[in-house]
Each structure stands twice: as structure tokens, then as C-alpha cells.
């Protein structure tokens, strides 16, 4: 069974960079056919898509968040990681890795909140 | 980006009754590229439908999608107790995708 786990800091300051970390077992992130994508819910609110990545490390973002972030993806640990630069109270939420099949999202992390705050 | 709308916003039911959630789009969806997800507080989003009507494994057949373009159906044919959570829609038909706000099926 896919299990993806969310990583990182729980508290970020106002201005600083958000880094998080998926790990992914039960699978590989360089399964052919694959995207691994992030998406985050501020609190009481919807869904939003940030981006996703290939195992090849091709990477398509909203355009929205696209001038503030950084995808990566590391096979060799079975990661894929998310910088979200100069952030601001706004970015409050909590943020899922998933695996994104065709478009849509088949299996999900559990989320982490992470609050912008000094 | 294609905005999509979901309503109601609250469904009030009781157990044993059909709900029928509406997911409508600013734009035609490629394909019929939409998804539906529950999600329960707390946790995250659990894929229901893909491709318009395409159950995902493991879903009971009481949940069943349909539509196509602009407008797009979820329907539960009997509520279990279980089935009371917040409802989306997505599409991913074009970039970047987009969810709707949600409706919540809540317990009358």
C-alpha cells in the first residue's frame, strides 16, 4: 500500500522560506506514468493545487505561487521536497504531498500545518 | 484557469436519503477530466470518482458520477453515516488545476 508522510517545520517566520518534505514507501516516486504533486488547505477553507514534479524532475506550478516556488525530487531517498519563498500569513495551511495520476490525486499524505507567524 | 462551482454549499439529509451534489464550471472540462473527493475533519481528501463516472478502487457503488462539459453530478444513492463530510470536485483537464469550495453533507 502507498503511504506518503509529510516533513518539516511546523512554524515559519513571516519573510522566510517554507521547505517540506514528502517521503514516499509502499511505491516508487520513479514509477513511470507519476507526478507527485502539493496541494494546501488554509485552515476552514478549500483546496488549492501548488504543483507538481516528475521523477525526472520536470515540474509545472500555479501560476499564482509560480515566482515563489521550488520543486525537487530525490529517488535515491524516495522524496520529493517544496520551497515556498517570502511567505506571508496568507500561506497558513495545511499542506498535502499526493501522488497525482492523469491529473487527479489517488493517494494522499495525512497534511501538516504549517502557520507563517513571528 | 477554469473556476468551478459547487452547490449547495450544505446538504442537509438523514441517513437512507439520495444526495445529489452539483459541480459546475466556468469553462468546458477536457475530457470529462474531473474528479471527486471526500474528506472528513481532520483528514485528508479520499479520491471517489475520476474521470467524470470512474469509481476508484474500493468505493462503494452507492457513489456514482456523471456529467460532462460545464456540469457535473455526484450523486450517493443511499447516505450511510459514514458519508456525512465535505465534498469537492477538481478538474484536470487544464492547467492549473482547480478545486471547487466544496459542499458539506451534513446530518438533518
Known amino acids: 500500500q502507498l503511504q506518503l508522510q509529510e516533513s518539516g517545520p511546523g512554524l515559519v517566520k513571516p519573510s522566510e522560506t517554507l521547505s517540506l518534505t514528502c517521503t514516499v514507501s509502499?511505491?516508487?516516486?520513479?514509477?513511470?506514468?507519476?507526478?507527485w504533486g502539493w496541494i494546501r488547505q488554509p485552515p476552514g477553507k478549500g483546496l488549492e493545487w501548488i504543483g507538481k514534479i516528475y521523477h525526472g524532475g520536470s515540474t509545472y506550478y500555479n501560476s499564482s505561487l509560480k515566482s515563489r516556488i521550488a520543486m525537487s525530487v530525490d529517488t535515491s531517498k524516495n522524496q520529493f521536497s517544496l520551497k515556498l519563498s517570502s511567505v506571508t500569513a496568507a500561506d497558513t495551511a495545511v499542506y498535502y504531498c499526493?501522488?497525482?495520476?492523469?491529473?487527479?490525486?489517488?493517494?494522499w499524505g495525512q497534511g501538516t500545518l504549517v502557520t507563517v507567524s513571528s | 484557469e477554469i473556476v468551478l462551482t459547487q452547490s449547495p454549499d450544505t446538504l442537509s439529509l438523514s441517513p437512507g436519503e439520495r444526495a445529489t451534489l452539483s459541480c459546475r464550471a466556468s469553462?468546458?472540462?477536457?475530457?470529462?477530466?474531473l474528479a471527486w473527493y471526500q474528506q472528513n475533519p481532520g483528514q485528508a481528501p479520499r479520491l471517489l470518482i475520476y474521470?467524470?463516472?470512474s469509481r476508484a478502487t474500493g468505493i462503494p457503488d452507492r457513489f456514482s458520477g456523471s456529467g460532462s462539459g460545464t456540469d457535473f453530478t455526484l450523486t450517493i444513492s443511499r447516505l450511510e453515516p459514514e458519508d456525512f463530510a465535505v465534498y469537492y470536485c477538481q478538474q484536470y483537464g487544464t492547467s492549473p488545476e482547480t478545486f471547487g469550495q466544496g459542499t458539506k453533507v451534513e446530518i438533518k
Open positions: 474521470g467524470s463516472s
Open positions: 509502499g511505491g516508487s516516486v520513479a514509477r513511470t506514468g507519476y507526478y
Open positions: 469553462q468546458s472540462v477536457s475530457s470529462s477530466y
Open positions: 499526493a501522488r497525482q495520476y492523469g491529473g487527479f490525486f489517488d493517494y
